[in-house]
């Protein structure tokens, strides 16, 4: 028997791996950075083979790592977790650094960042798990991380099915996406849509979102949306 139920008692954080090959820089949201080892420093990660971070480290055999604030806004957790780096530049659209091998890494909201040369790739089936040996580590700012337990419970966060952790999209489903104008008028408050992926919010449509729309940030169709007033 496997009660899928089982894996959310997993705690974890979220952090960011971040790769380059030569101009290409990739990255995206994990949460399945973990310390495997204390001597040498070790770090492993699981990455989905479909990413494109994925490509970038087994051809450049290294990978920069951010461990998240619990301020992370949704938006830089869409961008990274829901778009990929194949046709986005995600570093072209947040603050950011390069480590000495010139890696990028976002230094907004980051609490530290590690730099890693891979010793080892295990394949896991539906990911890769890439081992390696810390060569950088710097701690960025003061905070709390972000847990994958806040991500869920406080931010309202999703997991894509690329997840290591993604168990079958059991998460509760958003509230309807239905509006009417009369609503709005009744209440005197502006009615919103805000995408329960990423937290984006769109306004401008009191009737409902069109049936085509998608949220601009993280590509969420319109039943991801729930409406909220302003
Ligand atoms: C909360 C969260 C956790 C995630 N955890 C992982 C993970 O551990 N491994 C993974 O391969 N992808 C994970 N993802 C999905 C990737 O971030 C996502 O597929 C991303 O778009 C890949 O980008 P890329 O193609 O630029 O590499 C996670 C996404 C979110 C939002």
């Known amino acids: 028997m496997i009660d899928r139920k089982a894996f959310r008692t997993l705690s974890s954080g979220l952090y960011l791996i971040s790769a380059r090959v030569g101009d290409k820089v990739c990255g995206c949201v994990v949460n399945t950075l973990v ?25 450049s055999g290294r990978f920069a790592a951010v461990v998240l604030s619990q301020d992370a806004p949704m938006e830089l957790i ?20 390069e480590d000495g091998t010139h890696i990028p890494y976002v230094t907004e909201h980051g609490l530290a960042r590690f ?14 798990l890439f081992v390696g040996v810390v060569e950088e580590a710097e701690v960025l700012s003061a905070g709390d991380p972000l847990t994958y ?7 309202g966060g999703k997991t894509p099915p690329k997840a290591a952790t993604y168990n079958g999209g059991d998460e509760a489903a958003p509230a309807s996406v239905e ?14 849509w805000r995408c329960t992926i990423c937290g984006f919010i769109e306004e401008g449509y009191p009737d409902g979102l069109p049936a085509d729309y998608m949220c601009p940030i993280c590509g969420a169709t319109r039943d991801m949306f729930e409406r909220i007033e302003l």
Not at 115 to 128: I, L, M, P
């Open 35 to 59: 310390q495997v080892a204390s001597e040498p420093a070790t770090l492993a990660v699981s990455l989905n083979k479909e990413n494109a971070t994925t490509a970038s480290i087994l051809e």
């Open 78 to 97: 869409g961008t990274f977790g829901f778009h990929t780096s194949a046709d986005t530049d995600k570093f072209a659209l947040c603050e950011h650094a």
């Open 115 to 128: 730099s890693v040369a891979v010793t080892e790739t295990v394949d896991v089936g539906s990911h890769y």
């Open 149 to 155: 337990a806040y991500y869920h419970a406080v931010k």
């Open 179 to 192: 509006a009417t104008a009369a609503g709005e008028a009744a209440t005197g408050k502006k009615i919103a």
